[in-house]
């Protein structure tokens, strides 16, 4: 069979797929195969472009404690192994002629689905078939020439015009879910369009705190009081910051528009008055954030007293009723568990120019702020709380988020309170 990438094929196409796939002789006796199946074609159909994480799978679908530590344990490395062998055994034998092929790539946990057509068609679109025919049987009627030239017209105009409606019609009524050019979801065209209207590229600009020391003897931060200047390293970021930026890359990539993305520590302030800006990090590392107007509701500061003295913080300038006046991180001495990020929509220097602010307490708050704007569930959320319905419709805004961590990995981020601003 010759594969073919579909735009056309709907949704419960998909799933009809799935359910023969989990009713076939080389899954149904795997109930975690079948479910591990299920859950991976929901999440590729349903949030497509947004990569699905080990924990995820561990804690959703395979059983596994909130403990767990996809470093040390390859069970959904293992799984998704045999989930793949299990396909391609099926479609070896039993759905070999299946109109629908789905597929688990190496190194993914995204489900592709496309559609087949069998090689004699893609190859032999005029095939002649010789049939022997008994003496007494009627001889087919032979047309002239020109009449078979006009049929043919004919029938290819009546095609491409059907062809043409049932495109229409599916462009209209169904979600393009197979391999090819994916609909861009109508949460990134609320949310985004500020940063991909302009002719510029947008400028993503990640900290990169100042450290002193060096990798092979430690690091850690640099102390103003009593540190040289002379043995700053100001060339390092933190995990959170590069997975957020390959967040953003997906994002920009589904409009086809590219950013540009530079370090903190080399931005200037002519470049914020000319570009769109994406801010990566938290001023105590991203510090081009204080020369330029920042937050004003949600507001990072050192603690200045009291057993949490010079860590860092996010002050609730104005409290509403029931609301914290300040949210901190865990302490730096135990495991991270617990964070707070920052989400804020700015005008730029430029009127016609916007700043976008994604910041956590740690690394990884500030990965779960860029993840809350790059996926569209979270989306969808934020844009319902300002009241957001059309292209335009998004106004400048602080948010405050809380951050749940396991082994590094932010697993589950609440939207906690929300400010408009008026400029």
Not at 337 to 343: K, W
Request: proline share 6%; with cysteine.
């Amino acid at each position: 069979m010759a594969v073919t990438h579909s735009l056309t094929l709907a949704r419960e196409q998909c799933f009809q797929q799935i359910e023969k796939l989990t009713n076939s002789h080389s899954l149904h006796s795997s109930e975690s195969l079948c479910k591990l199946l299920r859950y991976l074609a929901e999440h590729s159909l349903d949030h497509p472009g947004i990569a699905l994480k080990e924990y995820q799978i561990a804690t959703e679908v395979l059983g596994r404690p909130a403990g767990f530590d996809p470093q040390s344990d390859s069970t959904v490395r293992v799984q998704a192994g045999r989930l793949r062998v299990k396909l391609s055994e099926y479609y070896a034998q039993e759905g070999a002629h299946d109109p629908i092929l789905v597929e688990l790539p190496k190194g993914s946990y995204a489900l592709i689905f496309h559609a087949r057509v069998s090689n004699i068609a893609a190859r032999a679109p005029a095939a002649v078939i010789a049939v022997e025919r008994k003496d007494n049987e009627p001889k087919p009627l032979i047309w002239p020439r020109s009449s078979k030239i006009a049929v043919l017209v004919l029938s290819l105009l009546l095609l491409a015009t059907v062809l043409s409606l049932l495109v229409q019609f599916t462009v209209r009524t169904r979600p393009q879910v197979a391999s090819g050019v994916q609909p861009i979801p109508v949460e990134y065209q609320l949310f985004w369009s500020r940063f991909i209207n302009n002719p510029q590229q947008p400028w993503v600009i990640f900290s990169n705190g100042s450290f002193v020391g060096r990798p092979e003897t430690g690091m850690r931060y640099y102390n103003s009081t009593s540190d040289t200047k002379a043995f700053i390293l100001d060339h390092y970021t933190g995990v959170g910051e590069v997975l957020a930026i390959h967040q953003l890359d997906h994002v920009f990539n589904v409009f086809g528009r590219p950013v540009r993305v530079k370090r903190g520590a080399l931005f200037s302030l002519d470049d914020a008055k000319n570009n769109d800006l994406i801010f990566v990090g938290s001023p105590s590392e991203n510090l081009t954030l204080l020369d330029i107007p920042g937050t004003k509701d949600f507001v990072f500061q050192r603690v200045t007293s009291g057993p949490r003295k010079g860590d860092l913080a996010v002050i609730n300038v104005q409290p509403q009723a029931g609301e914290a006046k300040m949210f901190l991180a865990t302490p730096a001495n135990q495991p991270t568990v617990e964070d707070y990020a920052v989400v804020s929509l700015l005008p730029g220097l430029d009127p016609s120019r916007s700043i976008l602010i994604l910041a956590g307490n740690s690394t990884f708050g500030t990965q779960a702020a860029v993840e809350f704007v790059c996926q569209e569930a979270s989306l969808k959320e934020l844009l319902q709380r300002l009241n957001v319905s059309k292209i335009g419709d998004l106004k400048p805004f602080e948010a405050l988020l809380h951050v749940k961590i396991a082994h590094g990995v932010p697993v589950v981020t609440e939207l906690i309170s929300i400010r408009n601003r008026s400029n």
